[in-house]
């Protein structure tokens, strides 16, 4: 046999399996789907408790350490349609928290299953099991409740008095799909790292549960409302500022654009979106174009995720869905700029990294709209790797026009939380890429999971800031795993109150009235910093002065306060012979002439800064 040749039976094979492959990568079966790549659910129009582990309410639903209290009980009948598909993935996802889970169809659940917890699934009228459990109120159960919407309450189990029956039930299919999804993204799973929960209001309990709530979601007749293109259209941002929509459940597009009018209360000037399972959808690129058109109405740009995340930290082939989109949404006004992947790493194969590289090219073929490309290289290294070094070179070569990065040195992502961290981070990658883009955590991580406080937020943005960073993306808008709720918005996308939220208000508001600062102003050598003449009047351990300069002689005074408690105070003093006209940015309040003659008073908030703008009088 020649070198090369295939023998018969294993190119049988290897045909044979290409389906397989293809549903793989592009997850349009139900059966193939994972955590991110789940198909669209309508997110709930109500929740009650909105908020269910900081309320006074019923206790916890224990399913047992294992799952084994709970007894799944599913219609009769399910095919391999593409709707019974969807339900099963549901089911699956849920018996992934609750291992030891019973599973049964209404007509063949055990007397001995009927003895535990209940979860029903499907609908009134293909799951029988209902009406045994709400009697002659199964007929009123979703009245009112539109195709595709749902609603999940509790109530006794009729066979066990002491046990519950969770109804997540659907108007149709569709909603009930979005029903279990809901409710299997609330369940708690008894998991090493994900029982405690640090920084938070309340002690999350150990154990798989359910924290009891009422969600119900009654589709709107349209498929969003169109008010048209914003007039007049706003300009580019000098620096985008973004909440990013990432992760699993992802919304249909009227829940989008819910999404998107509550996240532009952030003062936000762009989104950046991960598609989750709408690129694996027939209609994937009108789709995206509509989801453009959304955010672009409220005036909104958009900063699209286009790469295959079959893996995390590795490449996939682009499908041609993944294509199709590129090629759809590529010339709209409301890009901004295309992302290929998040938190790309070193383990790609020699294979994929030539796919890698073939996918930069192509990219950058059809458009000329920027790219960007998340590489991570630790939360608690400042050093890059050179093998991560040679993956950003690489990609810049092949035509990637920014670096971004996140694993910011925060509490949850970092063994020591140093936010000062974040400068020295940005400043190892400015020989790289000078005009970096960071995503800010304001959201809880899986494991080790810790709430960001609102300090923290706003800390993580000013040391990024005098990193060099050009781009602000905030993860993330929502996030329901594990628990209830993890982003900045609940099940029925309210703002949460713990503060985050208004954090981001706070430094969204803030990287617009820094563009001059950010855009123009470099960041200064020990030498420019000396020619400054400026220095506190007595140190202070806990807030650090930057200086920035412009090609005109502007200077700028970046105090930074590490306390994330207390507020910080100084007085500064600049050199003899010296004069600046000083502003301050953030207050937009003239501050006067300032000259050897006289100290300047600054103070600098928990976690916050004061920015001045110094010039030549």
């Known amino acids: 046999m020649m070198p090369g040749d295939v023998k018969l039976p294993s190119l049988l094979a290897a045909l044979l399996l290409l389906p397989a492959l293809v549903w793989a990568q592009s997850?349009?079966?139900?059966?193939?789907?994972?955590?991110?790549?789940?198909?669209?659910?309508?997110?709930?129009?109500?929740?009650?408790?909105?908020?269910?582990?900081?309320?006074?309410?019923?206790?916890?639903?224990?399913?047992?350490?294992?799952?084994?209290?709970?007894?799944?009980?599913?219609?009769?009948?399910?095919?391999?349609?593409?709707?019974?598909?969807?339900?099963?993935?549901?089911?699956?996802?849920?018996?992934?928290?609750?291992?030891?889970?019973?599973?049964?169809?209404?007509?063949?659940?055990?007397?001995?299953?009927?003895?535990?917890?209940?979860?029903?699934?499907?609908?009134?009228?293909?799951?029988?099991?209902?009406?045994?459990?709400?009697?002659?109120?199964?007929?009123?159960?979703?009245?009112?409740?539109?195709?595709?919407?749902?609603?999940?309450?509790?109530?006794?189990n009729p066979a066990a008095k002491d046990k519950r029956a969770i109804l997540a039930l659907g108007a149709d299919m569709r909603g009930a799909y979005a029903a279990g999804l809901v409710l299997c993204h609330a369940i708690h799973p008894d998991k090493e790292g994900v029982n405690a929960l640090l920084n938070w209001p309340v002690?999350?309990?150990?154990?798989?549960?359910?924290?009891?709530?009422?969600?119900?979601?009654?589709?709107?007749?349209?498929?969003?409302?169109?008010?048209?293109?914003?007039?007049?259209?706003?300009?580019?941002?000098?620096?985008?500022?973004?909440?990013?929509?990432?992760?699993?459940?992802?919304?249909?597009?009227?829940?989008?654009?819910?999404?998107?009018?509550?996240?532009?209360?952030?003062?936000?000037?762009?989104?950046?979106?991960?598609?989750?399972?709408?690129?694996?959808?027939?209609?994937?690129?009108?789709?995206?174009?509509?989801?453009?058109?959304?955010?672009?109405?409220?005036?909104?740009y958009t900063l699209l995720y286009v790469g295959n995340e079959e893996e995390a930290h590795r490449s996939a082939p682009l499908t041609a869905n993944h294509k199709a989109v590129i090629l759809a949404t590529?010339?709209?006004?409301?890009?901004?700029?295309?992302?290929?992947?998040?938190?790309?790493?070193?383990?790609?194969?020699?294979?994929?990294?030539?796919?890698?590289?073939?996918?930069?090219?192509?990219?950058?073929?059809?458009?000329?709209?920027?790219?960007?490309?998340?590489?991570?290289w630790g939360h608690n290294s400042i050093p890059i790797p050179p093998e991560k070094q040679q993956l950003m070179r690489d990609l810049k070569s092949w035509g990637i026009d920014v670096i971004g990065t996140d694993y910011a040195p925060i509490g949850g992502w970092s063994e020591k939380p140093d936010l000062s961290r974040w400068e020295q981070k940005m400043l190892a990658l400015r020989p790289i890429e000078d005009k970096t883009e960071v995503l800010l955590q304001a959201h809880v991580p899986f494991v080790g999971a810790t709430v960001p406080s609102a300090a923290q937020v706003r800390n993580e943005f000013w040391w990024a800031l005098a990193g060099g960073v050009r781009g602000y993306f905030v993860e993330v808008s929502y996030l329901f795993t594990h628990m209830s709720m993890r982003g900045l918005l609940s099940w029925d996308l309210q703002p949460l109150t713990d503060g985050r939220f208004e954090a981001v208000q706070e430094i969204a508001a803030a990287s617009q009235k820094l563009a001059e600062f950010i855009c123009e102003a470099q960041i200064a050598t020990p030498e420019e910093t000396a020619a400054a003449g400026l220095d506190f009047a007595e140190?202070?351990?806990?807030?650090?002065?930057?200086?920035?300069?412009?090609?005109?002689?502007?200077?700028?005074?970046?105090?930074?306060?590490?306390?994330?408690?207390?507020?910080?105070?100084?007085?500064?003093?600049?050199r003899e012979g010296l004069v600046y006209k000083v502003t301050d940015v953030l207050s937009g309040k003239d501050r006067g002439l300032f000259d050897s003659t006289r100290q300047m008073a600054v103070t600098a908030p928990p976690g916050g800064a004061v920015v001045l703008r110094l010039a030549r009088p």
């Not at 690129?285 to 989801?291: D, G, I, T, V, W």
Request: aromatic fraction near 8%; charge should be positive.
């Open 27 to 156: 997850r349009a079966d139900p059966d193939s789907w994972i955590l991110w790549r789940a198909a669209p659910i309508p997110f709930p129009d109500t929740i009650t408790p909105r908020v269910p582990e900081l309320m006074q309410g019923p206790p916890p639903i224990d399913f047992h350490h294992d799952g084994s209290d709970l007894t799944i009980i599913l219609p009769d009948g399910l095919g391999d349609d593409y709707d019974s598909k969807a339900l099963r993935f549901t089911q699956r996802f849920i018996v992934d928290k609750a291992r030891q889970a019973a599973v049964a169809t209404a007509s063949q659940v055990s007397a001995a299953q009927l003895q535990h917890h209940l979860l029903l699934l499907g609908t009134p009228q293909n799951n029988a099991f209902v009406a045994r459990v709400l009697g002659a109120s199964a007929r009123t159960f979703l009245e009112g409740i539109r195709p595709g919407g749902y609603r999940i309450e509790a109530v006794e």
């Open 203 to 300: 002690k999350i309990p150990a154990g798989c549960y359910w924290l009891p709530f009422a969600a119900r979601a009654s589709p709107p007749e349209q498929e969003f409302e169109i008010t048209g293109p914003p007039n007049p259209p706003p300009p580019k941002p000098r620096v985008p500022f973004a909440v990013r929509v990432w992760g699993s459940p992802v919304p249909t597009l009227a829940s989008y654009q819910r999404l998107v009018r509550a996240l532009k209360a952030t003062g936000m000037n762009s989104i950046v979106v991960q598609s989750g399972g709408w690129v694996d959808l027939p209609d994937a690129s009108q789709l995206f174009r509509k989801a453009l058109d959304i955010a672009w109405q409220e005036g909104l």
């Open 539 to 574: 140190p202070n351990k806990r807030l650090h002065l930057r200086i920035r300069v412009k090609p005109d002689g502007t200077r700028f005074a970046l105090l930074i306060n590490e306390d994330l408690e207390k507020p910080a105070s100084a007085r500064l003093t600049v």
């Open 330 to 376: 590529k010339d709209h006004p409301g890009l901004l700029a295309f992302h290929l992947y998040n938190q790309l790493g070193t383990g790609n194969s020699p294979e994929q990294y030539r796919d890698l590289e073939s996918q930069v090219r192509w990219l950058k073929s059809v458009t000329n709209k920027p790219t960007s490309v998340e590489v991570v």
